[in-house]
């Protein structure tokens, strides 16, 4: 029997421009649904453009990304057009759907939403449409305190168990 640890990785990008290349871990994401590229928050370059009706997503291999009781932040920039009440999703990461296992970044009733599974913090502002917005979830493992951040103003903010999941 032999047995792998994870290696630590403390950074990841994925620009998604014009294709779904990591730049430092090579942690590359394969494409689902045939989503089409766009023309980026600065106006050179490209991002990825998703359709929810379409099912489009990013997924990225089986690699573990250790998020598991430690600080992260996992942060975006987004153009949402025409949210609505349910979730649209930014970042997942579902070891299991029990309660600090399944971490889900989203959109909530048009508003930021980050959650660990039964252990979740909703922002309070709501999404502008047709705009770039710069989104983040984190979490501090020393303070315990879990925050959404929109456009670099904290939204809300919360003592918080930490994530447990290990994919």
């Known amino acids: 029997?032999?047995?792998?640890?994870?290696?630590?990785?403390?950074?990841?990008?994925?620009?998604?421009?014009?294709?779904?290349?990591?730049?430092?871990?090579?942690?590359?994401?394969?494409?689902?649904?045939?989503?089409?590229?766009?023309?980026?928050?600065?106006?050179?370059?490209?991002?990825?453009?998703?359709?929810q009706a379409s099912s489009q997503y990013v997924y990225i291999s089986p690699t573990v990304i250790p998020l598991d009781s430690r600080s992260f932040t996992i942060e975006a920039w987004i153009y949402p057009i025409?949210?609505?009440?349910?979730?649209?999703?930014?970042?997942?990461?579902?070891?299991?759907?029990?309660?600090?296992?399944?971490?889900?970044f989203t959109?909530?009733?048009?508003?930021?939403?980050c959650g660990f599974f039964a252990n979740d913090i909703a922002g309070v502002t709501t999404l502008t449409m047709n705009a770039w917005s710069h989104v983040a979830c984190?979490?501090?493992?020393?303070?315990?305190?879990?925050?959404?951040?929109l456009n670099g103003v904290l939204d809300a903010s919360r003592s918080a168990s930490p994530y447990q999941g290990l994919y």
């Not at 025409?82 to 579902?94: E, K, P, Y």
């Open 1 to 51: 029997t032999s047995t792998t640890t994870a290696a630590f990785i403390d950074q990841a990008f994925w620009p998604l421009d014009n294709n779904t290349l990591e730049l430092y871990n090579g942690l590359n994401g394969v494409l689902s649904g045939t989503p089409s590229y766009t023309t980026s928050f600065l106006g050179y370059g490209a991002a990825i453009s998703l359709s």
């Open 82 to 104: 025409g949210f609505t009440a349910s979730d649209f999703g930014i970042f997942g990461q579902c070891q299991a759907t029990i309660t600090n296992r399944c971490l889900h």
């Open 107 to 113: 959109s909530r009733n048009i508003m930021l939403y």
């Open 138 to 149: 984190v979490y501090d493992s020393t303070a315990r305190i879990q925050q959404v951040w």
